[in-house]
């Protein structure tokens, strides 16, 4: 995108309420750099080596959000710096990173990415397993045991690669009404304030039904060219 046509694109975009996650994986420092120009603070990337290599190199104000599948091994080199986890998927990757913001002072904001796709290629927790690592966390917060290094903000889902509209949309709406589920049960200490979902090909259903993040990459850069 040209520079007018992204302010635009990012105005609308923030008049509604939506914050704009540049989806940078793959593209080159000048270009991230070029939006950043822009007035574009938040980027989001997939591999934890490519992220720390641009985070060196990068303005110390971008908040990166970390969107792909993270290893567990690998939390510690995005731990000093990461803004925003989009992707937890088991307990165990949230007490990996709670311990490594503690070692860091810090603490790190998380979204729990849920598996709301058809593909069962696609990352994610079902509804049950998402149920039981809430409600431990919120136990286990409570008592004062564990988690106090990481807060869940709310949800991140990706829809089924497909062009069938209604599919997407069903997918996305189900994936609203688990945050305002949540948000019905949890006290207000815990409430869950951001819905994460919709990327360049589906963004505009996404928040339709109710998003209030997108993840956008190929629109605004161009198309990836795959490895
Ligand atoms: C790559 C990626 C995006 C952006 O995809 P585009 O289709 O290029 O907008 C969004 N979310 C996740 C999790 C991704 O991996």
């Known amino acids: 995108m040209e520079k007018k046509e992204f302010l635009e694109f ?15 994986k793959t593209k ?14 938040d980027f989001g990337e997939n591999y934890v080596q490519e992220l720390v290599e641009k985070q060196a190199q990068l303005p110390k104000d971008i908040r990166w959000h970390f969107i792909g599948h993270l290893q567990t091994n690998k939390v510690k080199l995005i731990a000093p710096f990461v803004s925003l986890i989009q992707s937890v ?8 990173i709670n311990k490594q913001a503690k070692r860091n002072e810090r603490t790190i ?11 069962d290629t696609k990352f994610g927790l079902v509804e049950a397993e998402a149920n039981t690592l809430i409600n431990q966390y919120i136990k286990e917060r409570k008592e004062g045991k564990n988690y106090k290094n990481v807060v869940i903000k709310g949800l991140m889902g990706m829809a089924s690669f497909t062009e069938d509209q209604k599919i997407q949309r069903k997918e996305f709406r189900y ?29 505009k259903i996404a928040v339709e039904e109710g998003s209030n993040l997108v993840r956008i990459g190929s629109l605004i850069f161009g198309e990836r060219k795959t490895p």
């Open 28 to 41: 080159s420092i000048e270009e991230i750099y070029r939006f950043y120009g822009y007035g574009q603070r």
């Open 10 to 24: 990012k105005n609308d975009l923030e008049k509604k309420g939506i914050t704009l996650v540049a989806v940078s």
């Open 175 to 203: 994936l609203k009404s688990s945050l305002d589920k949540y948000n019905q049960l949890l006290i207000s200490d815990f409430q869950f304030s951001i819905l994460s979902m919709g990327m360049s090909a589906d963004y």
């Open 89 to 96: 998927d088991s307990d165990k990757l949230l007490n990996e």
């Open 109 to 119: 904001d998380c979204l729990l990415e849920m598996h709301i796709a058809k593909e």
